[in-house]
């Protein structure tokens, strides 16, 4: 499985940013998909992930009310709707994808595929 993420930039704080991330090489609905961040200096932190078939949402305390993940199995692709922006939101975004499980994960170690990384800076 190939993942490849996008969307990234720099927006002022309070503004929105979209990314979205292309899977090939395995059938789509198949996978757990997630979106990770890292910041420097700290751990790779989950975002949000989101089930096979789009039913089931889990996001991190620290973003709920403020992103939102679709799916789009037809297109491939996930995405992760980024609203009200923080300076604490600034990291590195990685999509991920689960090959195994039917409900979503949130620890790292639990994704077998793994985007390049996609830069979101917020300024102050």
């Known amino acids: 499985v190939q993942l490849q993420a996008s969307g990234g930039g720099l927006v002022q704080a309070g503004g929105s940013l979209r990314l979205s991330c292309a899977a090939s090489?395995?059938?789509?609905?198949?996978?757990?998909t997630g979106w990770f961040r890292q910041a420097p200096g700290k751990e790779r932190e989950f975002v949000g992930g989101?089930?096979?078939?789009?039913?089931?949402?889990y996001l991190a305390d620290s973003v709920k009310g403020r992103f939102v993940i679709t799916r789009d199995n037809a297109k491939n692709t996930v995405s992760l709707q980024m609203n009200d922006l923080k300076s604490e939101d600034t990291a590195v975004y990685y999509c991920?994808?689960?090959?195994?499980?039917?409900?979503?994960?949130?620890?790292?170690?639990?994704?077998?595929?793994w985007g390049q990384g996609t830069q979101v800076t917020v300024s102050s």
């Open positions: 090489g395995r059938t789509f609905s198949s996978l757990v």
């Open positions: 989101i089930s096979r078939s789009g039913g089931s949402i």
């Open positions: 991920a994808a689960n090959q195994n499980s039917a409900r979503v994960r949130i620890g790292a170690e639990e994704y077998d595929y």
